[in-house]
């Protein structure tokens, strides 16, 4: 059964950093765009980054591009999100994802993905 666990997020402060992790189990990532969204506090829901297969290509939002950072190992069959400069308004629940229905970074999220339960990232002082 496939399940995507998110961890590393907390409390940080405003310039500080997190790293994301996404542990991917009853599915093997190697064939997969992967990605993460986050999704605040009465906001919608709002893609961060996306990475195709092998890694060979990255694309993020531009609120986030040169901050984050998304990378892969399928070896491990996890894939993390790098976050430096952490902003307030950053702070969201961050989710991973996989596509199951698509193969591309032209969205960088969309409802035909597959994501967990979300991990809580706080930017505050």
């Known amino acids: 059964q496939l399940q995507l666990v998110e961890s590393g997020g907390g409390l940080v402060q405003p310039g500080g950093s997190l790293r994301l992790s996404c542990a991917v189990s009853g599915f093997p990532l190697d064939d997969y765009f992967l990605g993460w969204f986050r999704q605040a506090p009465g906001k919608g829901r709002e893609g961060v980054a996306c990475i195709s297969r092998r890694g060979s290509d990255t694309k993020y939002a531009d609120f986030v591009t040169g901050r984050f950072t998304i990378s892969r190992d399928d070896a491990k069959n996890t894939f993390y999100l790098q976050m430096k400069s952490l902003k307030p308004e950053d702070a969201a629940l961050y989710y991973c994802?996989?596509?199951?229905?698509?193969?591309?970074?032209?969205?960088?999220?969309?409802?035909?993905?597959?994501w967990g339960k979300g991990t809580q990232v706080a930017v505050s002082s």
């Open positions: 994802t996989i596509q199951l229905a698509r193969s591309d970074c032209d969205r960088l999220w969309s409802q035909d993905d597959y």
